[in-house]
């Protein structure tokens, strides 16, 4: 089955720099790559997703690139503020509408923006 | 992005009673959903896969008999949690996938306290 590497698990920043989260993936198949922001207590909150026919997208501040021969992907968080503390899951599944296709998660980033 | 909502947000029991989660995708409609179990400090750990009408797939080592899933339609999916035990103690996080884009969209999350 697939598997999700995410590193690093912890993540301080100064306020205004950038976060860089990186994943790689072991599935080839694998094709859909979504981002999680959770913050404590609460659900993971899709914050952005990518697809395997595209090697980058961005939303503002946050971008996520994919390089599928090296099967890796990475979130890009530009001008980090407090409330961009949270942990964040990257994800990958093979087959996005397949009845059966399940995600699989990284274990997380704790990235922490300080004052 | 799609709402699924999850009740109770929070809840305690003593041992050895059962203990009902709803998971509800509020505008869209779910052919599959998914339940998810969250350890402190750890990712999001898959425990079964409900398809609406029919029975549940769960994951290795996941007792079918003591969490029991019901999707009994394209909203609605519930986990009971059957003679909980202290080790049950856990946070549970729906996720739903959306019938058309396959999209997956969490719950806020459900956190058990077993006494």
């Known amino acids: 089955g697939e598997n999700v590497e995410q590193h690093p698990s912890t993540l301080s920043v100064q306020e205004g720099d950038s976060a860089v989260i990186k994943c790689t993936y072991s599935d080839s198949a694998s094709n859909y790559f979504p981002w999680y922001k959770q913050e404590l207590g609460k659900g993971p909150q899709l914050i952005i997703d990518i697809r395997s026919n595209v090697g980058e997208k961005k939303d503002q501040r946050i971008a996520v690139t994919l390089n599928k021969t090296a099967k890796h992907f990475s979130l890009h968080i530009t001008e980090t503020q407090p409330e961009d503390s949270a942990v964040y899951f990257c994800?990958?599944?093979?087959?996005?509408?397949?009845?059966?296709?399940?995600?699989?998660f990284g274990t997380g980033t704790q990235l922490k923006v300080e004052l | 992005g799609a709402v699924v909502s999850q009740h109770p947000s929070r809840v305690i029991c003593k041992s050895g009673t059962s203990v009902k989660i709803e998971c509800r995708s509020l505008?869209?409609?779910?052919?599959?959903m998914f339940w998810y179990r969250q350890f402190p400090k750890q990712s999001l750990m898959l425990m079964a896969t409900?398809?609406?009408?029919?029975?549940?797939?769960?994951e290795q080592g996941v007792e079918k008999d003591k969490f029991l899933i019901n999707h009994a339609s394209l909203t609605l999916s519930t986990l009971t949690v059957t003679s909980a035990h202290p080790e049950d103690s856990s946070f549970y996080i729906c996720s739903g996938r959306q019938i058309n884009t396959g999209e997956l969209f969490f719950g806020e999350g459900s956190r058990l306290t077993v006494l």
């Open positions: 994800a990958a599944i093979k087959g996005l509408t397949g009845g059966g296709n399940k995600l699989t």
């Open positions: 505008d869209f409609q779910a052919t599959t």
């Open positions: 409900s398809n609406e009408g029919s029975k549940a797939t769960y």
